[in-house]
């Protein structure tokens, strides 16, 4: 029942449903467990099918809520990076006004790093990670269990970088001590690849929500920040980067879990990337609040 609740939520209505000597074959049960099976999913998930004569059933309606209950699935949860820009914010409001359409009971939780999201993903403790192209291909060379939803358009996730440095700063020394976050594959990969040449750089561990902080108390010289956040110390400044930003630093991913095919199916049907860059860029540009 749960494997056909899964096929089923990657149909929509009108589509063809493969006959029971097919889902027999494919599950390698009897016919009978597999008829079974579809008159539990009648009853508990609304599937209405039509056959006209000797042609194949068709999808007529089903229950998408309840089809995911019978997938062994409970409401589902998003990770997102903490909603430090209004761009971060846009993108959090677009993924619950869009999925608030959907039959499914959904939350969204703010998790610091893409690596720590991944990882919690792929642990089966969430069903979407929001990431960074830089930080999905960095998974996807290390092997990890997730896989790509939906990509996003350019500034999607950041409009560009510069280095916050505090308001004495005046040119690059030699040495510097450079905040990086090791859950973060951004700022961890970022700051080594956007260095000054000539400087020697000693990188120090800060969590991304005390970098600010520690620039403003000396702990360290300068990390890597978003031109669209504007710092919250006084005595900061941000410096523009003249180096070109990485390939998809900027563009945001949405991963799901490898062969999660429930999940792939009812976001699918939810979620766009057209959908999503529109409410996004209504936040941005104030036509629309966050939401909360």
């Known amino acids: 029942m749960q494997e056909l609740a899964i096929l089923l939520l990657q149909l929509k209505p009108g589509d063809e449903i493969p ?37 194949a059933s068709r999808v007529v309606a089903y229950n998408p809520a ?39 009971d959904h939350s969204l939780a703010y998790m610091r790093g893409a ?24 998974a996807e060379t290390q ?18 970088q510069g280095w916050l440095v505090r308001q004495d700063f005046s040119s690059w020394p030699a040495r510097m001590r450079i905040g990086t976050d090791p859950a973060s594959t951004d700022q961890s990969r970022l700051p080594r690849q956007l260095l000054p040449q000539g400087v020697a750089p000693e990188f120090v561990d800060v969590p ?13 010289d300068a990390v890597v920040w978003p031109q669209d956040v504007l710092p919250g110390y006084e005595g900061l400044r941000l410096l523009p980067i003249d180096r070109e930003l990485p390939s998809g630093a900027d563009l945001a991913v949405l991963l799901v879990r490898q ?7 009812l976001l699918g049907q ?23």
Do not use: H, N
């Open 19 to 55: 006959s029971i000597a097919q889902l027999s074959a494919r599950f390698g049960v009897g016919r009978g467990t597999v008829q079974a099976a579809l008159e539990l999913l009648r009853a508990e998930a609304g599937l209405a099918t039509d056959a006209r004569g000797s042609s």
């Open 270 to 292: 939810a979620l766009t990337p057209g959908a999503i860059r529109s409410i996004q860029e209504e936040v941005l540009a104030g036509r629309r609040e966050p939401s909360e």
């Open 143 to 160: 092997g990890s269990d997730c896989e790509v939803l939906l990509k996003l358009g350019p500034e999607s996730y950041a409009a560009g």
């Open 115 to 138: 690596r720590s999201r991944i990882e919690a993903l792929c642990a089966g403790r969430a069903d979407l990670a929001v990431v960074s192209a830089l930080a999905a291909e960095e």
């Open 66 to 104: 309840a089809l995911w209950l019978a997938a062994g699935r409970r409401g589902l949860m998003l990770l997102l990076p903490f909603p430090y820009s209004r761009r971060v914010m846009g993108l959090a409001t677009a993924l619950a006004e869009l999925l608030r359409l959907s039959p499914v």
């Open 259 to 265: 062969g999660d095919r429930a999940a792939r199916a």
């Open 208 to 220: 991304y929500l005390r970098m600010q902080g520690a620039v403003a108390s000396g702990e360290v």
